[in-house]
């Protein structure tokens, strides 16, 4: 059977997915950059694969990167690639492809619709889809690791702690490590929700999606949300390259 492979690169880890000719998820795996290629061939045969796309907004050494393009036949995905989504951005070269990637998987899922998606990574990251099929751009802050690690660096006294196991349902810290954990923690649902109202007073009946390494801490904080547990971006690199294939005359 011949594959297809996406790999979404991002601050920490690579993510991958394996596919079949007809885009159907076959494999998924997350690993080191450099291990990706060993990683591929313990699943499948590396000379079953068609190509691919591959997004990467962390640092990748060039041997690593000129391995995927050449040994496992990916392109990079870029912006400047035919899309079936439109982008209303200023800077689209500035633009994150994990951020492109995740609304257009976000627009496979709920094709049609207006969604927003509320990324929970080493940033946080809200973009909207506006049902037209528009990526209409978002905003990016600090993620929860983020605030938690600045606390430390730039004060002279605050401890560098990691998230609570528990989360804090009194905004009233009795401590300083609790005052921390409810800034970090409370802090950033109260943007996360603040966000989502500004948008549904903006696309009444907005699908709001809640994804990311971190989306595990805030479920069930949310009120008509849906919590995405595959990789929205790796969804939206398939969706991509099942485009090219649909429509060759755009290459």
Known sequence: MRHFLFLDHGNTATKGLITDPDFNPVHTFTSAPQEVLSRVSSLISIDTLEGGLYSSVGDVDAETEQSWQQML???????DLPLSV??????PHTLGTDRLASAIGAGVLYPGEDVLI???????????????????????????NMRYKSMHTFTAKLPLLT??????????????????????????????LGMADLYRNRYPG????????????FEGRFKNAIFVRQNLALLGLAETKKYHANNPDTL
Do not use: N, W
């Open 163 to 192: 998230r609570s196991e528990k989360f804090p349902e009194s905004p009233e810290g009795k401590s300083t490590a609790e005052s921390m954990h409810i800034g970090a923690m409370l802090g950033l649902l109260a943007e996360a």
């Open 206 to 217: 907005i699908r709001v999606l809640v994804t990311g390494g971190d989306a595990e801490v």
């Open 86 to 91: 439109r982008i209303d951005y200023e800077t």
């Open 118 to 144: 509320l990324d929970f990574g080493t940033c946080l990251k809200c973009d909207m889809l506006t049902q037209d099929g528009c990526y209409r751009g978002g905003s990016i802050s600090p993620g929860l």
């Open 73 to 79: 036949r990916l392109t990079r995905f870029t912006t």
